[in-house]
C-alpha cells in the first residue's frame, strides 16, 4: 500500500491506496477547474456589459445632438438643394449608408452620414458644406439606415437605425444595433 500513515492495527500499517489517492486528486481537480471555469464566465460577463455601456456612452452625445436638430427641423423653402420645397427631410443613398438632409432653426442645410477614417467609419455632420466627425473614433458604425414616414399632415418621422461597436473590444462582445424614432416638431 501506498500513502499517507492511517492507523496502526495489528502490527501493520495502514494507509490510503493509489486509487484512493488518484480519485480524490482526480475530484480536485475538476472541482477546482468548474470553479475557474464559472469566474472565467463571469469575468467575460463584465467585460461584454463594460463595453456595451461605453459605446451606449460614447454614442449618446450624437443621438442627442441629431435628435435635437432634427426635432427642430423646418420645411425647406428652396435653402437646402437636396430637399424639395414642401418637405422636410430627405434620405438618399451614399457609398457607406444612407444619408439625411434638413432646413435646421438657424436655415442652415444639415445632412447626416457616414465618412470613412481611415480603417473606421464615423458618423458626419455637414451644416452649410462645413463638415464634422460627431461620433468618437474609438467607435465604428457598421451601417447606417434612414426610414422616413411622412404622414398625410406633413408630420414627418425619422427612424434611424445603425450598428455600432467599440475598436478597443473584442467586436462579439459590445456590438449592437441601435434605432431610434424621431419627429420633427413643425406643424406648420
Do not use: W
Not at 459605446?55 to 437646402?80: H, N, P
Amino acid at each position: 500500500m501506498i500513502g499517507v500513515k492511517k492507523e496502526q492495527r495489528n502490527g501493520q500499517i495502514a494507509g490510503f491506496s493509489l486509487m484512493e489517492v488518484m480519485v480524490s486528486v482526480t475530484l480536485f481537480v475538476v472541482i477546482m477547474l468548474s470553479a475557474t471555469q464559472i469566474f472565467k464566465m463571469v469575468l467575460d460577463s463584465q467585460r461584454g456589459a463594460i463595453a456595451t455601456q461605453n459605446v451606449q456612452e460614447s454614442l449618446k452625445y450624437f443621438l442627442e445632438v441629431t435628435a435635437k436638430e432634427m426635432r427642430m427641423a423646418q420645411k425647406d423653402e428652396g435653402i437646402c438643394g437636396t430637399v424639395l420645397d414642401d418637405k422636410i427631410f430627405a434620405v438618399s443613398t451614399a457609398a457607406l449608408g444612407q444619408t439625411l438632409s434638413f432646413k435646421n432653426r438657424y436655415s442652415e442645410c444639415v445632412t447626416y452620414y457616414l465618412e470613412a477614417d481611415g480603417d473606421n467609419q464615423r458618423f458626419m455632420v455637414e451644416r452649410n458644406g462645413e463638415a464634422d466627425y460627431i461620433s468618437p473614433s474609438s467607435i465604428k458604425i457598421v451601417s447606417l439606415d434612414f426610414n422616413l414616414n411622412e404622414t398625410d399632415n406633413n408630420q414627418a418621422i425619422v427612424t434611424l437605425v445603425f450598428d455600432a461597436y467599440a475598436l478597443n473590444e473584442k467586436r462579439e462582445h459590445s456590438e449592437m444595433t441601435i434605432q431610434t424614432s424621431i419627429t420633427s416638431r413643425y406643424y406648420k
